[in-house]
């Protein structure tokens, strides 16, 4: 058994040994005898030391003390408790004997016993002794004869050693029989110490020698003393030989030895008590034998089961050769009882003779087998020994406890029911023997009246109140003194009754423990429950005999408080802890987890034998509730067959908390169910992982496998009475696995699986532990209980449900006398939607129960009751915790398994986790009111160390704290710190929360939750996460529906590309190649599956269900935080949360219903931010949900309380129909494929008691925003790009203050300066220095006014999704910088796949010529963005209106294979030497409603006659404004829905045509534009070279009020008509009135005016607008002829002939600096050709007759051509395209506008040379 370095030790010495040997030999000297010590026959020779050595003896016999027929036996003891090893070398020969030179030696380790044969010694031997020892040691020796005991096969020989330090030789003979198989011995011990005797066995076969110390065959210790079995064909065994065994013990005690082979037959007739405790092996079977004389008895078979699962067969006269041929039988779980009544033998034809009892173990298995006849029913009870029985109704069953050798002790005796009910009394009584000797007890015996109200009798013992009273079942303390309970000279036994009262049977234990660490023995798979006091301790023991045992699993589970355990297979400890109780358990292998940890131990047979006898020591380092059990992992011999492993046995309502260790795949627990008649109860099966995943598989009455189950589930089975295969009376079995189908992948390496399963049936009420979460779920009517036990000293209790789905609600009774609380009966109550949360005092709680008060606490009583209950008509699950104020109360945190928690202000609470060694973890908290820090202390050897010795984490002292990212507060673990791997691998994770310092509320409510690899998504929750660029991150959603919608949203919120990945039911990670859903847009994914996706299409029909695990895996393209959320929605909701942005894709025509639950009264608004199409919103308040159908308040466009198309909408607390706690149910419907992002928004005043939320903004998005007068809102964003952060607010009105800080990780600190907008610089995010890349900013706006505008927080390179027909304001600074915005065009739908894009972009900066380029993509196919630019793009627009800083255009393009462009705006200026910074509104739409934004400009085309455009106005209050349209080309009708009335203005002629809202409510108005008249364009460049038919114009909307008396009093002479007068030298003199306005009724001319007048010879120009002048003279088609006049005359000579536009052009030199336009005139200009002669004078003539008829025909056709003749041109974008060396007056950020007529009156003249000039020209010729 050496290696190593003991090998080389031993060769050596055996190599100085021997030379020495052979110098001694070589001297021939014989040694000396002098030193020889002189031994005497029984007598000790005491303490002798020797310092290393030998130290030699002599023993010499004479007639006195010889005795030739008995052995000798020669033994050394140690005298002390040492570590010590003496040796044993006996000779005849050699006077100094040693290992080589012996005849007889022992040499095992520790104390030695050498027997010599009686037929190895005579009277004239001298034998010479050897005593060695290596190192120092201490000992007594001495030599004694003895005899041999011949045992007869099956016989039971009782035995007694009434002195100390005693042995016995026993022998028997097993005859040469061929069925022999196997041989075992018993050796039953009745003695306290167990480690004080032993024994040895040999046979005469193998080794003639005697047993000793050094010769033995295996010997096994038991529970019930040692047991020696051998089988054919191994050592040990032999037939035809003769064994013999020697007992020895150090103490005075009682014995009982037995031997039997494989063919005996015990005889139990005459058996003491009628027991015997044995062992059976795997598949064998041990048989008694019992003689029934009485034909009217009842003979009972009770089987009591310490390890194994043995089976009971009973059958008269013979033993079957088939076992289960017997006609008797039970084979039933754990202890079990058969009764065979007078009628069952009578039926049998056998009322009377031998019957055959044989025990089979379908594994090893160890137990005691007790008969009971009518006339000997009472059952012995011995320390320790637990009894488990079955009773009848009225039955009474008698246990007698004799006090043997006790004079003075304490004891409890403990009857505990698993089924059914049933009472105990007791009583002390003098012993009597009758007539016939026998023990006569019929005096003592109880009546049913004495046991069930023993208060009315004198000398009853009966249960009071004590520490058991958490279990079901009665308890005894006994204090017995015999001189004061006892007559003197009588002999007093105790008797216990136990009275059946349950209508069904009752299947109980008896326990009776004495308080002297007398142990209790463990029944393998059972728990024990118990209780322990504070500094109290409680023995056990177990034996293991099972050669299959490959693995040992011991486990303690603290229901309250906090109970340790320590565990020795050596039994000397159990010695010492008599002695020094804490040095032996500091040698014993323990576990001492803080709290309610499972306390788990496990032995392994690759590192030792596991047979054996094991003793556990559990302390109490508190008051503490336990179950204590040990299992054992067998190897099967049959792959194919039952489970050999034994089931571990639970109790109703009581939690066992189990571990599954790596090397196992799973464990087995079963409970009974016993019910009378035809009664049923339904069956829940409730499991709770605490660590891993599992699946149970269930059956009734036989052990299920993976693939023979009745019933299977993972988190709850539940088993309803009508089922066919529902048992009302049967054994259980459940089989717990592993869960590595879904789980294992997700959750890495997990070492230690752990779950807390129970069951219940009916309405019974389920125990809960202390800070550890019950998981769970209820349905309509199908409300779960609880039951938690007050611990005394606790003085707060919290109570909180956090719903997984559905909406739970909870009540609590503390009333004794309810203990199934409803909504109509409790003492509180809590039905919020969402989480609920009830506190609770002792002081409170006591005024309702009297056990609850101090004076009169009383542990078993004091307790609170709780249900759990839903009123919707769907299922919710909830996670349940209970958890007090004490500092061992910390709340236990279940990896991926949220926790709501309400913090008191100036309160913290604690949390802890125990990790798995190496691997990461994140801790998220999720604040919903208030705000939050969490600090957490890494606790070194925390499994050792008590929790109230744990540091708490504070704000002043900690290892870690929370930072924020987005809207939450996340704490990063990783080993790789110093701290983390000093930890070590019993390191615990100890969180504390504490009410965040800045914002000061009365409660902060926040979830937290803790994960590693992979996070589970819960109904409805937002979850914020964070990626690499081009990587993986993983989360699972569990649906337990069948046929419903499952919807996911993921949205990126820095900007980036994520994509959606998902998996159902698969053990493989999803991914781009590998996935059974996807999503994969560029902006955000939304996913909806529901049975109607093509995945289910060809899946069988079993298959055909929403109900199963997704796997989510998600990619980022780019490095990117994002928020998912996943949600289930049976009656069409999605539930949403505030704050964060919930991604959403819906399809033309459809609507979706989103459901926020507000419980604050807040002011909120609902915003969404377009990506693509246009949407409505309806919204519809729900006050008391819980009492109504949700589905009948859907909102629509004909049932709503508030509606908007703006695409926000802000619901005051002060709006009567405003809901302060209760449902908002949000619809929103979509005309077109629309994609958005929405986010319900809540306001913040600087109020202490406002929430103090604060909203994600998403990266790149765009909300809008509404804010009253000192509002203050909250935001926070995540930069994840090292480049410039650009924070805008563009106003639509009003004024805002902006600052951005760094709050909990920086200290800079960034204000607008008033400017609305915040640029953060690249270096803050640089890696040098303190980088603030990837952290969460925080945003906080105030509003001086009541304000409007657009929000967004962008980075350069992040992608703006432009909201069709929405302005958007940005800026950008310095030559070639840039902007990217993303549009996807709406109608890329259509069939041809045709799409267009119209877009319009403004700016006040004269300086600023931005270029736009434009570049289709299609984003599916190609995740890499390619950004346009000067040298890539499908079109771009460089053409910038001067005057007016405007430039549009429109792209048309083939969508079919993109729909989708990105559009880059580039800087450009034009004086480099000003500040390069350039502010600019950006505009695209193709169909959809167009916003309005004030003082911008938009330029529309509309291509077809009768064709409209609608715009959208926001009046933000009660005010003046005024929508002004200015025509360019074509004839306009203008009309807005007012919603009570409509406003329109037909405008067929030229000029703005404007409609003023005179005191206009709040509110959002259509304005719609319909083209009357369309005309041909050519080449417009102010719409990118546009040709064809069109009709074109300007829109402008602004406030008016306070101003228009100012615009209105303006006005033109004479309507701004234009006069002419001709002369005939063939000059034009033009004429107009001036400018004038209104002093009261006087019109007072308008001073410093400039004029210009331009002419166009072109009919394809519009000369009433400036728009169509700017066109002309860029296409050389029109002309200035004179700016800058001061007069209103103006004379010019047409040059040529032809028709020609003329008009002028006001300019005010005011501050205003306004442009007027005249109505222009139209003239005709000709000229005739010279004749000579009359022939000519009368040409002329007749010239002159067909002039006037042709003056006659030209007015005909003016009234047929006028509409030809009638365009106008009013397209002022372009105008900085204009190409021409006339330079139109500057105008810079001033209005446009031109006054009408109501008439327009064109006067066309022809004008001819006169006959006269003719003549001159001809004389001249």
């Known amino acids: ?89 006996i000779s005849k020969t050699d006077e100094k004997p040693d290992y080589w030179k012996n005849q007889f030696h022992c040499s095992a380790w520790g104390e030695e016993i050498c027997p010599v044969s009686y037929t190895d010694h005579s009277m004239s031997d001298v034998f010479y002794l050897a005593v060695s020892c290596t190192e120092a040691c201490k000992f007594s020796i001495r030599a004694f004869f003895t005899d041999e005991l011949l045992i007869p096969e099956g016989k039971v020989v009782s035995e007694e050693f009434k002195e100390e330090n005693k042995g016995r030789f026993f022998k028997f003979r097993v005859e040469d029989f061929s069925d022999v198989e196997r041989v075992s011995i018993n050796l039953e011990l009745e003695s306290k110490w167990h480690s004080h005797f032993h024994m040895y066995v040999t046979n005469d076969k193998e080794n003639n020698d005697l047993p000793s110390t050094s010769n033995t065959f295996e010997v096994i210790p038991t529970f019930f003393g040692y047991t020696a079995t051998y089988y054919k064909d191994s050592t040990g065994f032999c037939k035809g030989c003769l064994y013999k065994v020697y007992v020895t013990s150090k103490e005075k005690g009682n014995y009982k030895i037995s031997f039997k082979t494989s063919k005996a037959v015990q005889d139990m007739t005459k058996a003491k008590d009628l027991s015997v405790k044995d062992v059976v092996g795997y598949n064998e079977m041990n048989c008694y034998s019992y003689q029934v004389t009485d034909p009217s008895s009842d003979l009972e078979v009770n089987l009591f089961v310490y390890s194994g699962d043995p089976e009971i067969y009973v059958n008269p006269e013979n033993i079957p050769s088939n076992y289960r041929d017997s006609k008797f039988k039970s084979e039933g779980l754990f202890s079990e009882s058969l009764i065979i009544t007078a009628k069952d033998r009578l039926e049998a034809k056998a009322s009377t003779g031998l019957y055959y009892i044989c025990i089979y173990g379908s594994v090893s298995s160890s137990y005691e087998l007790q008969l009971l006849v009518d006339d000997r029913r009472e059952l012995l009870l011995h320390p320790g020994f637990t009894k488990t029985l079955i009773i009848d109704k009225e039955e009474i069953f008698h246990f007698v406890f004799h006090p043997k050798g006790e004079k003075k002790f304490i004891a409890s005796n403990f009857m505990n029911t698993y089924t059914g009910s049933a009472k105990m009394a007791g009583k002390l009584c003098v012993f009597e023997r009758n007539t016939n000797h026998r023990p006569d007890l019929s005096h ?51 008797v216990f009754a136990v009275l059946g009262t349950s209508d069904v049977s009752a299947r109980f234990s008896m326990t009776l423990l004495l308080e002297n660490l007398t142990p209790t023995i463990l029944k393998e798979g059972i728990p024990h429950e118990d209780s322990i006091q504070l500094a109290n301790n409680h023995l056990f023991k177990f034996s293991v005999t099972d050669n299959m045992v490959e693995k040992l699993k011991i486990q303690l589970t603290s229901f309250s408080g906090d109970a340790d355990m320590y565990v020795t297979d050596d039994a000397k400890f159990l010695e010492e802890l008599t002695k020094d109780f804490q040095s032996a358990i500091e040698k014993m292998k323990s576990s001492a987890l803080p709290g309610n940890l499972v306390d788990t131990i496990e032995y392994s047979c690759k590192e030792q034998d596991l047979k054996g006898t094991y003793y556990i020591v559990v302390t109490a380092y508190s008051s503490s509730q336990y179950s204590l059990a040990y299992s054992l992992q067998r190897q099967n011999l049959q792959p194919n067959s039952t489970d050999p492993n034994t089931s571990t046995l639970l109790r109703e309502g009581k939690p066992q908390r189990i571990s599954i260790s790596d090397n196992e795949e799973g464990v087995s627990v079963s409970f009974l169910v016993n019910f009378e008649g035809n009664y049923k109860e339904d069956i829940d099966i409730k499991l709770n992982a605490e660590s891993g995943n599992f699946k149970m598989y269930a059956m009734a009455d036989k052990k299920p496998t993976k693939t023979d189950y009745t019933w299977s589930g993972e988190s709850e089975i539940h088993i309803h009475n009508d089922d066919k295969n529902y048992r009302n009376s049967a054994t259980y079995h459940v089989y717990i696995e592993k869960n590595k189908s879904f789980w294992t992948f997700l959750t890495g390496d997990i070492t230690s699986y752990v779950f807390t399963i129970k069951f219940v049936t009916g309405d019974s009420a389920s125990l809960i532990l202390s800070g550890i979460p019950e998981k769970g779920k209820v349905g309509k009517n199908e409300p779960q209980y609880y039951r938690y036990i007050l611990d005394e000293g606790e003085m707060n209790y919290t109570i909180s449900v956090t719903p997984t789905f ?57 307790e609170i009751y709780i249900s759990v209950y839903t009123n919707d008509d769907s299922w919710a699950g909830y996670n349940l915790v209970v958890s007090s104020d004490s500092v061992e109360h910390a709340h236990l945190l279940i990896e991926g398994e949220p926790m709501k928690t309400i913090l008191k202000a100036n309160f913290h609470t604690n949390y802890y986790f125990k990790p798995v060694l190496g691997k990461d973890y994140t801790l998220t908290v999720t604040p919903e009111t208030g705000d939050v820090d969490v600090f957490m202390n890494y606790i070194e050897n925390g499994h050792m160390i008590k929790m109230k010795d744990w540091k708490v984490p504070t704000p002043q002292a900690f290892d870690l704290r929370s930072v924020r990212h987005a809207t939450q507060k996340v704490l990063k673990i990783k080993w790789t710190s110093e701290k983390a791997n000093k930890c070590g691998e019993n390191c615990i994770l100890y969180f504390s929360a504490y009410q965040s310092p800045i914002i000061s509320v009365d409660y902060s409510s926040f979830k937290i939750n803790l994960v590693s690899n992979f996070e589970k998504l819960s109904e409805g929750n937002n979850v914020i996460g964070s990626i690499g660029e081009r990587s993986y991150t993983y989360y699972t959603f569990e649906v337990l529906c069948e046929n419903c919608t499952v919807t996911f949203s993921l949205t990126p919120l820095s900007g980036g590309d994520v994509d959606l990945f998902v998996l159902k039911d698969s053990n493989k990670l999803p991914d781009s190649n590998n996935y059974d859903f996807v999503s994969s847009t560029i902006h955000g994914e939304y996913l909806q599956i529901n049975l109607k996706h093509k995945y289910f299409e060809h899946k069988p029909q079993h298959q055909k269900t929403m109900k199963g695990v997704y796997v989510l895996g998600v990619y980022g393209f780019t490095q990117c935080t994002f928020s998912i959320v996943a949600s289930t929605s049976v009656n069409k909701f999605i539930s949403v949360n505030k704050n964060v942005p919930f991604n959403v894709y819906q399809k033309a025509g459809e609507a979706q219903t989103f459901k926020y639950y507000q419980w604050h009264n807040e002011t909120f608004a609902v915003s969404l931010s377009l990506h693509s199409g246009e949407a409505d919103i309806f919204v519809m308040p729900v006050q008391k949900p819980k009492e109504v159908n949700l589905l009948e308040y859907i909102p629509g466009p004909t049932k709503y309380k508030w509606k908007t198309s703006s695409n926000y909408l802000r619901i005051e607390k002060e709006d009567p129909n405003f809901v302060t706690i209760g449902y908002y149910l949000i619809t929103v419907i979509t005309s077109q494929n629309t994609s958005y992002s929405l986010l319900i928004d809540p306001a913040n005043t600087n109020s202490s008691s406002s929430p103090n939320s604060k909203s994600m903004i998403k990266m790149g998005d765009h909300f809008k925003v509404q804010m009253k007068v000192s509002e203050i809102k909250r935001y926070v964003f995540v930069p994840t790009v090292k480049a410039t952060i650009y924070v805008i607010a563009d106003m639509m009105y009003g004024n805002v203050s902006l ?372 066109y002309g003279i860029k296409h050389n088609k029109a002309q200035l002829l004179a700016e800058k006049l001061t007069d209103t005359k103006y004379s010019f000579e047409p040059k040529e002939e032809g028709i020609y536009w003329v008009n002028v052009i006001a300019q005010l030199a005011d501050e205003t600096e306004e442009y007027f336009a005249y109505n222009s005139m139209e003239i005709a200009v000709t000229k005739t050709v010279v004749h000579r002669g009359k022939m000519m004078m009368l040409f002329v003539s007749l010239i002159l007759i067909g002039a006037l008829a042709t003056a006659f025909y030209f007015y005909a056709k003016m009234r047929k051509t006028q509409k030809r003749l009638d365009f106008e041109m009013s397209d002022v974008r372009n105008l900085a395209q204009v190409s021409t060396s006339v330079e139109l007056p500057e105008r810079e950020k001033k209005t446009y506008q031109t006054l009408i007529p109501a008439h327009d009156q064109i006067l066309r003249i022809k004008i001819m040379s006169t006959l006269f000039r003719y003549m001159m020209i001809t004389q001249i010729n």
């Open 1 to 89: 058994e050496m290696k190593g370095k003991e090998c080389v030790f031993l060769v050596l010495l055996l190599v100085g040994v021997s030379l020495a040997q052979n110098a001694t030999e070589s001297n021939d000297t014989p040694a000396p005898t002098s030193d020889h010590i002189s031994l005497q026959i029984d007598q000790w020779i005491n303490d002798v030391e020797l310092k290393g050595g030998s130290k030699y003896y002599k023993l010499a016999f004479s007639s006195n003390n010889y005795e030739s027929e008995k052995d000798l036996i020669f033994e050394v003891i140690l005298s002390d408790e040492s570590n010590q090893d003496p040796d044993l070398f």
């Open 806 to 862: 559905g909406d739970p609600n909870i009540a609590v009774s503390y009333d004794i006398g309810n203990h199934l609380p409803s909504e109509t009966e409790n003492n509180k109550m809590s039905k919020n939607i969402g989480a609920d949360i009830i506190h609770l005092s002792l002081s409170e709680i006591s005024q309702v129960n009297q056990f609850c008060k101090t004076s009169s606490f009383n542990k078993g009583k004091c």
């Open 444 to 494: 003592c015996k109880l009546t049913k009246e004495q046991i069930l109200y023993p208060e009315r009798y004198q000398g009853i013992l009966y249960h009071t109140q004590n520490p058991m009273d958490f279990l079901a079942g009665d308890s005894i303390v006994l204090n017995y003194d015999e001189s004061k309970d006892c007559p003197s000279g009588k002999r007093c036994v105790y």
């Open 1299 to 1670: 600052s951005v800080n760094t709050g909990d990780f920086g200290s800079f600190s960034l204000t607008d300066e008033g400017t609305g907008r915040i640029e953060i610089a690249e270096k803050y995010l640089a890696d040098d220095g303190e980088s603030y890349l990837g952290k969460t900013f925080n945003l906080l706006i105030s509003a001086m006014d009541e304000s409007e505008f657009t929000l967004i927080v962008m980075q350069e390179h992040t992608l703006i999704w432009l909201n069709e027909g929405f302005p958007y304001g940005y800026a950008l600074r310095g030559e070639d910088s840039v902007v990217y915005f993303a549009y996807t065009c709406s109608e890329a739908n259509s069939r041809d796949r045709q799409a267009k894009m119209e877009f319009s972009l403004t700016t006040p900066s004269s300086n600023f010529e931005p270029q736009v380029f434009i570049l289709k993509q299609n984003l599916l196919s190609n995740r890499t963005i390619e950004y346009p630019g000067k040298a890539g793009y499908n079109v771009k627009f460089t053409n910038m209106d001067k005057r007016l800083h405007m430039m549009s255009g429109t792209y048309e393009f083939d969508a079919t294979s993109s729909n989708t462009l990105i559009i880059g705006v580039y800087a450009h200026f034009l004086d480099k030497e000003k500040e390069l910074f350039g502010e600019f509104d950006f505009t695209a739409w193709s169909t959809a409603t167009i916003k309005l934004k004030p003082d911008v400009w938009i330029t529309r085309t509309i291509a077809n006659q009768m064709d409209s455009d609608l715009f959208e106005v926001t009046v933000p209050r009660t005010t003046d404004m005024a929508v002004e349209v200015s025509p360019c080309v074509g004839k306009f009708e203008v009309s807005v829905d007012m919603g009570s009335v409509t406003l329109s203005e037909n405008k067929v002629d030229k000029g703005i045509i404007p409609i003023f809202f005179k005191n206009q409510s709040p509110g959002t108005y259509k304005v719609q534009i319909k083209a009357l008249q369309t005309y041909f364009v050519e080449e417009a460049e102010i719409q990118n070279s546009f040709t064809g038919q069109a009709a074109i114009y300007s829109i402008i909307v602004r406030e008016t009020k306070n101003t228009t008396d100012e615009i209105e009093s303006y006005q033109l002479g004479k309507d701004g008509k234009m006069m002419y007068k001709f002369d005939l030298k063939g000059s034009i003199e033009l004429q107009w009135e001036p400018i004038y306005f209104y002093k009261g009724m006087q019109e007072v001319t308008v001073q410093n005016v400039e004029y210009s007048v331009f002419i166009s010879n072109t009919p394809t120009v519009f000369m009433d607008s400036l728009c169509g002048i700017t």
